[in-house]
């Protein structure tokens, strides 16, 4: 198993930028391909970005793209989500999440995939 802690949220400005940090602590980091997601109140979790386990390949939902930047450093198991230009519509509690699923290059922006969940960090974007 592996144990996902959030970190970086807070209330910031339209316009401004976040980024938000996931540390991995359990099994194996770089044997986890990595995603974020959100839910803000009252909507249903939707996915947001999604990193292989080679960091090589990254796939985003389109309101986010150009926007956000997922990364991660297997050295130091965490996975990052930079956030720039955010706007009110981002608001809302974001999660990271690690799936065992596939190879070296494999994502996924199917919430059922993931196995491992973080308690998840709050985002106010305040107009």
């Known amino acids: 198993q592996v144990q996902l802690v959030e970190s970086g949220g807070g209330l910031v400005q339209a316009g401004g930028s976040l980024r938000l940090s996931c540390a991995a602590s359990?099994?194996?980091?770089?044997?986890?391909?990595m995603g974020w997601f959100r839910q803000a109140p009252g909507k249903e979790r939707e996915f947001v970005a999604t990193?292989?386990?080679?960091?090589?390949?990254?796939y985003y939902t389109e309101s986010v793209k150009g926007r956000f930047t997922i990364s991660r450093d297997n050295a130091k198991n965490t996975v990052y989500l930079r956030m720039n230009s955010l706007k009110t519509e981002d608001t809302a509690v974001y999660y990271c999440?690690?799936?065992?699923?596939?190879?070296?290059?494999?994502?996924?922006?199917?919430?059922?995939?993931?196995?491992?969940w973080g308690q998840g960090t709050q985002v106010t974007v305040s107009s």
């Open positions: 999440a690690a799936t065992d699923y596939g190879g070296r290059d494999y994502y996924t922006d199917s919430s059922d995939e993931y196995a491992y």
């Open positions: 359990g099994r194996t980091f770089k044997g986890y391909a």
């Open positions: 990193i292989s386990r080679s960091g090589d390949i990254t």
